[in-house]
């Protein structure tokens, strides 16, 4: 089935913000600790997640893109100034699919579309933290990426351990 890549608009963040709480649950259940997982997905998460897309979407330093399958949201990434970064020029801040839109090449797009509109705004570079155990890792390894050192955060119940991907030539992501 076809889709379409389009940047997103706040009356977008509900439908963002079901595609970001239940693509955390179908991704990490099992790869992090479960008592955190529940807490950064449940009811008053999913409110929380949608007033910060109202303003993600209105926030002209960010992009947010949304791919849409048959008039529905199935997936979503955002990008913007980096925040822990060095010599970096820009972050990828988010990339989620549905699990029954995964494998459809909308990753991909946003992708694409992600690093065009972000070198059309001046931008050389990318980052992102990946969670170590994300089976998107890999992914983000055949685009291009490269790691670039990585982290570990304490939550509830143990830690995360996060890898920076770097692409150096936002030009060969487009």
Request: charged letters at 25%.
């Amino acid at each position: 089935m076809s889709f379409t890549v389009r940047p997103a608009t706040p009356a977008d963040a509900p439908a963002i913000a079901h595609v970001h709480v239940t693509s955390w649950r179908e991704t990490y259940t099992g790869r992090m600790p479960q008592d955190f997982l529940d807490r950064v997905t449940d009811g008053a998460a999913r409110e929380r997640r949608q007033r910060m897309w109202e303003g993600a979407t209105a926030d002209p330093a960010q992009v947010v893109l949304v791919a849409e399958r048959g008039g529905e949201v199935v997936a979503f990434a955002s990008a913007g100034p980096p925040r822990d970064h060095p010599g970096i020029d820009a972050e990828l801040f988010t990339l989620y699919a549905l699990k029954a839109a995964q494998g459809q090449g909308m990753g991909r797009a946003l992708l694409s579309a992600l690093a065009r509109e972000l070198h059309a705004r001046g931008h050389r570079s990318l980052a992102l933290w990946v969670l170590a155990e994300n089976p998107t890792r890999e992914w983000y390894l055949r685009r291009g990426g490269r790691e670039a050192g990585e982290k570990t955060e304490s939550v509830p119940g143990g830690e995360l351990r996060e890898v920076r991907l770097v692409w150096d030539d936002l030009a060969r992501l487009r």
